[in-house]
């Protein structure tokens, strides 16, 4: 007998359902690539509390704010999930005692008494 197992096709769809958020991502890294190379003027930073000022081209300056901003993202949002999991009351875990046996099992030596299996088999002697 051939062999009548046919594998399906790839789904283009399918397949980009599944890896939506690694193209959104490629996506909006190829578009602040091209605003860094389309945009080649000199900017000038001056950051807040007279901390300096920074003099530099204005893509280099959008990715330095991008990784600044996701940065932050991150920090704010650890810091909310560390708050939200303080303010949640949590209720104490009852660890199972292992001495207590479950009801769903069945009693020692069930497998040696039944019927079913194999009679005549050597370890059942």
Not at 6 to 22: A, D, G, T
Not at 50 to 70: D, W
Not at 112 to 123: D, I, S
Request: net charge positive; aromatic share 10%; glycine share 6%.
């Amino acid at each position: 007998m051939a062999y009548q197992y046919k594998r399906r096709r790839p789904s283009i769809i399918r397949n980009f359902w599944v890896y939506r958020r690694l193209i959104g991502a490629a996506v909006l890294l190829g578009l602040m690539l091209w605003f860094i190379w389309a945009n080649n003027q000199q900017v000038t930073v001056a950051f807040p509390f007279g901390l300096g000022k920074l003099t530099s081209s204005l893509g280099i300056v959008m990715l330095l704010t991008a990784l600044v901003s996701s940065v932050a993202t991150v920090l704010v949002t650890t810091l909310v999930l560390a708050l939200r999991r303080l303010r949640t009351p949590q209720a104490p875990q009852d660890q199972p005692n292992p001495n207590e046996l479950i009801d769903d099992r069945p009693p020692p030596g069930y497998a040696a008494k039944t019927t079913e299996g194999f009679p005549n088999a050597h370890w059942s002697n």
